[in-house]
């Protein structure tokens, strides 16, 4: 047979049919739009890191280095009042020592595909204007399998660079800047080597602007001509097919070669920081929406209390215990809780659902919004409302139980 | 004979900047098998004395003893536990469950004791139901039914756990004669089948079913013992 505390719940809800429908609406539209909304921001979040990330390296090894080396002698006497001053530091060859050993041990890791490049200064000249871009000059069939930069070609074809010498792929933005298309021929000029007539092979559309109109891509082999750097590499990309790797990667490459490694969780802190603050303004502006949801519980249970107080009263007289006085309420509003978490499930998923077939601004034809449901924000939003519902519950129940219900005799008498 | 029920200088003030007094000092024994109303004039503290022997109120000084055994200092739950064994309650209103059937309301005490199976509540419900002639009303709402009626469901329910002691507070206020001298006849017969009944009444007439009456006057007992000699009507 049902505990008696839990029929009695059922009996205060079932006469009130209208006022808990109405409370459990309440619990569902809260956890719904949380979901809806939680799930449209994750969607957002992933297709954000998948545009930058994926048509980037996840690991970007650079001739840079983080700290000046030491000097030998502090490094002989940590501990000692050494001063070096006047210090001529050594001028080697920029670049990357030894990239071809690096990338033959870094392809030979599984999950692990990594290429050449060397980055520098070209200054395009189309019309009798300049343009400024980053030069860089990479290995088109291994660069392929670091970037996804093919998938981003608006017109002819990036692998081009692999059979034309003097090939180009420029960023659509910059392509109609110059006003050229592809087979077009641009002069190119640098410090070191003067001036080079380049062929435009391929145009992409990352959607990127730092990428569409600053990026120049030519053959590595082209652009250690034009820099009068020959054979040298300063940059080594890396792509991973498990990109939570990147950071221990990142660290062991650093570690083991010195040269500065970062993962893209480093070269995009700024917009992870952002994202982290977004979630936050997100959930509690959708948590405060499952808060509201709690008054119209309190609300309602405050209501039956009332009503009840002599039904309180006689139960208290035939000596039913104030615990079970509390489960009385506690259950209404659990049971409202439940309810409402369960419809708001349903029609969170509907609203994601429905979200995802709005379409969205992403320039292709055909996409929608990004929605992403995660079971996190399932069981989230659910402990939130009941925690709402059991807490509005909570404080009429309480005052329930410790109502005299001697008290309410005597008024009725 | 030992008393079922022995209330022992019985005081109950209602603390407060000025303290007010509901009931001084009042001894009393109850036995099995008897009937006791307890008269006064409104606000004499009738209802007050009858809390503290139902063990609704803990008393200010003094003792109930129930079978000899002292409750004092017993917590509200001890004193709640004693309540769903020994006693049934009825009150000028009816005080049933507007969302149970009066076969519910009367299971309540039942339920809450849990000595019985479910069948059994059920079947002992209805057993006492049919025995105040509301069988045919087992399944209705409170809203349902009329004030004697609702009033019987109440006594049904009183008796749920087949109480030795019945205490009744102003029963037949709310009713008109008829189904008052009937409720009165009820007690008479619990009475009559051996349990302890008190009933606070202002109605004389109705309380000439007792064979003892208290009269309380200013929350004390008054000289005269029974009703025949403090009666208006005076035979």
Known sequence: ?413 | MTAVLEARGLTRILPGPQPTTLVADVDARFEAASFTAISGPSGSGKSSLLYLLGLLDPPTAGNVLLDAASTSGLSSEARGRLRLEHFGFVFQFHFLLPELTALDNVMLPMRQLARLAPSSMRERARWLLASLDMEAEATKVPAALSGGQRQRVAIARALANDPRLVLADEPTGALDTKNGAAVFAIFRRLADEGRTVIVVTHDDQLARNAERAIHIVDGRVARQPTFQVSGPIGN
């Open chain 1, 1 to 413: 047979m049902t505990p008696l505390p839990l029929s009695i719940a059922f009996a205060h809800l079932m006469a009130r049919k209208r006022q808990t429908a109405v409370s459990i609406g309440g619990v569902m539209v809260g956890v719904a739009i949380f979901i809806g909304i939680g799930g449209m921001m994750n969607g957002f979040h992933s297709y954000f890191l998948s545009q930058l990330v994926d048509t980037n390296p996840h690991i970007v090894m650079s001739d840079e280095i983080r700290v000046a080396a030491p000097q030998p002698l502090t490094i002989l006497h940590p501990e000692g009042a050494v001063e070096v001053r006047r210090v001529l530091p050594r001028d080697p060859v920029r670049g990357i020592s030894g990239a071809s050993a690096i990338l033959e041990t870094l392809n030979a890791m599984d999950g692990v595909a990594a290429a050449p490049s060397l980055l520098g200064q070209i200054i395009l000249r189309r019309a009798g204007r300049d343009y400024a871009i980053t030069g860089i000059g990479v290995d088109a069939p291994r660069e392929e399998r670091v970037t996804d930069i093919v998938h981003d070609m608006v017109a002819g074809s990036f692998a081009a660079l692999a059979t034309e010498p003097n090939g180009l792929v420029i960023g659509r933005q910059l392509a109609d800047k110059m006003g050229v298309g592809v087979g077009d021929s641009v002069v190119a000029t640098t410090t070191a080597a003067g001036q080079t007539s380049l062929k435009i092979v391929g145009i992409f559309h990352t959607g990127i602007d730092a990428e569409d109109q600053y990026w120049g891509i030519v053959p590595l082999a082209r652009q250690q001509a034009m820099q009068n750097r020959p054979r040298v590499v300063n940059e080594i990309h890396i792509r991973l097919a498990d990109i939570s790797r990147s950071i221990p990667l990142a660290q062991a490459i650093e570690r083991r070669w010195g040269f500065k490694s970062a993962p893209w969780e480093e070269t995009y802190a700024r917009v992870l920081d952002v994202f982290a603050l977004q979630d936050k303004i997100i959930y509690l502006t959708t948590t405060s929406i499952l808060v509201v949801a709690g008054f119209g519980i309190f609300s309602v249970i405050s209501t039956i209390v009332m009503e009840k107080a002599r039904d309180i009263a006689i139960m208290r007289s035939i000596g039913m215990p104030a615990p079970s006085v509390v489960a009385i309420f506690l259950v209404e509003g659990i049971v409202v809780g439940v309810t409402g978490m369960i419809l708001g499930w349903f029609a969170g998923w509907g609203l994601g659902a429905t979200l995802h077939l709005v379409p969205a601004p992403t320039g292709n034809a055909g996409d929608t919004l990004p929605v992403k449901l995660t079971p996190l924000l399932f069981s989230a939003a659910g402990a939130i409302a009941l925690m709402s519902a059991i807490g509005a519950a909570w404080l009429p129940a309480r005052k329930a139980a410790r109502a005299d219900p001697l008290t309410i005799i005597r008024g009725a008498a």
